[in-house]
């Protein structure tokens, strides 16, 4: 209460808290915005000055190429309030698999990490963006007897896999089939796609000559 002789005036300084903000500001139960400061000039009856306060808002902008970020997009957050970000750990999109390395991020979250999940308390404007590798599924199947030196998994993207044939006694190797068409052995992939292939291993053949003088 602050009493101000008949006819006079007086004014009001309005400051927030520290991470706080003036939400409104209303003089006798009518707004007048959010002002920071307000006179009541010739004063001739009582008069009410209220003011309201909230904590300060911060937006965390969330970026991600695969998966489910939640939260995704960009959201709105108060002063100080505890997030934890997280995104699907892989997805594999026919043949295709993406796994997340980690993220980036500016403001409040820290510039960069290795997870896909991890906390922080905001107390600026953010960004977070998820980080991506790119796998390809490569299906391998041998015909016949004989083994590979490789298995029928993932393979990162930009790799060079080598993939060698090795015939059992008795046998040779007769090729590749499916999405390569090759007799290359060892046979090297550029991993910018996936692969389903065939080892054909064939049984040796020899030949018997047979020569006689005389009879069938």
Known sequence: VVWVPYGMSTNFTIVPDTNYHIVDVSVDAGSIGPTNSF?????????TID?????????????SDHGTPVPGGTTTNTWNTLLYPTVDAS?????????C?????????????????????IVTNSTLNWRWTTNYWVD?????????????????????????????????????TGDVVSTNNPLVLTMNQAYILTATFALNEFT?????????
Do not use: K, M
């Open 51 to 63: 003011a309201t306060f909230a904590l300060n808002e911060f937006t965390l902008a969330v970026t």
């Open 140 to 176: 391998l199947t041998p015909v016949g007897q004989g083994q590979l030196n490789q298995i029928t998994d993932w393979q990162s993207c930009a790799s060079n896999l080598s993939i060698t044939a090795t015939p059992s006694n008795g046998w040779h190797f007769a090729g590749w």
């Open 208 to 216: 018997l000559a047979v020569t006689s003088d005389h009879g069938t």
């Open 91 to 99: 997805q594999q999109i026919g043949l295709t698999q993406y796994v």
């Open 101 to 121: 390395i980690g993220w980036t991020g500016s403001g409040s979250v820290p510039a960069s990490g290795s997870s896909n999940s991890f906390g922080f308390n």
């Open 39 to 47: 006179t009541f000039v010739g004063v001739t009856n009582a008069r």
